[in-house]
């Protein structure tokens, strides 16, 4: 629930910073801003912590093996560090070119510095998820993004408290442009989760594999699939074009007695 707080705030956030570098609808830039950029910077520390840092101490808990993935990790040992950089060589069994962060992955993962993570060498190969890169590239898509976003919303607030947001363009173009990546990271987030617990659809119990139907053909499988895409297309299609005809129509212009209320909440 926290991500769909964080994406509402940065759409938000975004369309204040548009109209006011279009210096159009200002007063109302102004309140989506008061607004936006508060809810935005909490939401986004909330998404890092507790959340983020409870889910990843339950898979450390529950699913280690995922968490090893998650992280490239081969090895097993203490004061496990977390990547920032690194591309996961499966063949190889090791992360090509990593900078980490020495003990910050045991921290994450149990709380304490110095704590053993278990590495994907603990555990058989058939247990490993599937795909372990694009779930490695997920996970560090989705945390990069949100500390990314923690930065940014600092800023821009530190910026707005002491009434220079407004002037600074550069601010403003990248709260505009940051408006696509909430959606990027919550779908990160999803594919870590789903990439994360293959092979298994009960972890531990009941694999993917046993779960097929065997009555029901592949090519029927794919036939609804190509239906869903098709589907998802069209109203994503729909979606954009609504949302850009609101946005080019804009809010309706103020009533007086509005004008006066909306200049007490907007102190941008
Ligand atoms: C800032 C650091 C972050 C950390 C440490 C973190 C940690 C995690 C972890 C460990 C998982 C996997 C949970 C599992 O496999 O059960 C996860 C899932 C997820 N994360 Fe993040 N996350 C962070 C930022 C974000 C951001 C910025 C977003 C979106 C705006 C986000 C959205 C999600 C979503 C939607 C899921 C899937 C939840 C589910 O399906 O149950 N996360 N996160």
Same mark, same amino acid.
């Given at each position: 629930m926290t991500s769909t707080v964080v994406t509402a705030s940065f759409v938000?956030?975004?369309?204040?910073?548009?109209?006011?570098?279009?210096? #159009?609808?200002?007063?109302?830039?102004?309140?989506?801003?008061?607004?936006?950029?508060p809810v935005g910077l909490i939401s986004s520390v909330l998404l890092a912590f507790p959340t983020g840092d409870t889910q990843a101490k339950l898979v450390a808990r529950y699913q280690p093996v995922s968490?090893?993935?998650?992280?490239?990790?081969?090895?097993?040992?203490?004061?496990?560090?977390?990547? @920032?950089?690194?591309?996961?060589? +499966? #063949?190889?069994?090791?992360l090509d070119n990593p900078i980490a962060v020495?003990?910050?992955?045991?921290?994450?993962? =149990?709380?304490?510095?110095?704590?053993?993570?278990?590495?994907?060498?603990?555990?058989p190969d058939k247990d490993w998820p599937d795909n372990i890169e694009l779930l490695y590239y997920s996970f560090h898509v989705m945390a990069g993004l949100g500390t990314i976003f923690i930065a940014v919303m600092a800023l821009a607030n530190a910026l707005a408290w002491t009434r220079r947001l407004e002037t600074n363009r550069p601010v403003l173009w990248v709260l505009m442009?940051? =408006?696509?990546?909430?959606?990027?990271?919550v779908t990160a987030g999803w594919l870590t989760t789903e990439l994360g617990r293959q092979p298994w659809l009960v972890y531990g119990l009941f694999r993917t594999a046993q779960?097929?139907?065997?009555?029901?053909?592949?090519?029927?499988?794919? =036939?609804?699939?190509?239906?869903?895409?098709?589907?998802?297309? +069209?109203?994503? +299609?729909?979606? @954009?074009y609504l949302v850009a005809r609101e946005i080019g129509h804009g809010p309706e212009p103020l009533e007086p007695a509005e004008r006066s209320s909306v200049r007490e909440v907007a102190l941008v």
């Open positions: 938000v956030a975004a369309m204040g910073a548009f109209y006011l570098l279009q210096e #159009r609808h200002v007063e109302q830039a102004r309140v989506f801003l008061r607004l936006a950029l968490l090893a993935a998650m992280e490239g990790r081969f090895e097993s040992g203490p004061r496990a560090g977390l990547n @920032l950089i690194g591309q996961p060589n +499966v #063949r190889e069994r090791k020495p003990g910050v992955l045991s921290m994450l993962a =149990f709380g304490h510095l110095y704590s053993d993570v278990k590495g994907l060498n603990e555990f442009l940051l =408006f696509p990546f909430p959606y990027i990271a779960g097929a139907s065997p009555t029901v053909h592949a090519g029927t499988t794919l =036939f609804t699939l190509i239906g869903f895409c098709g589907l998802y297309a +069209v109203l994503s +299609v729909l979606f @954009l």
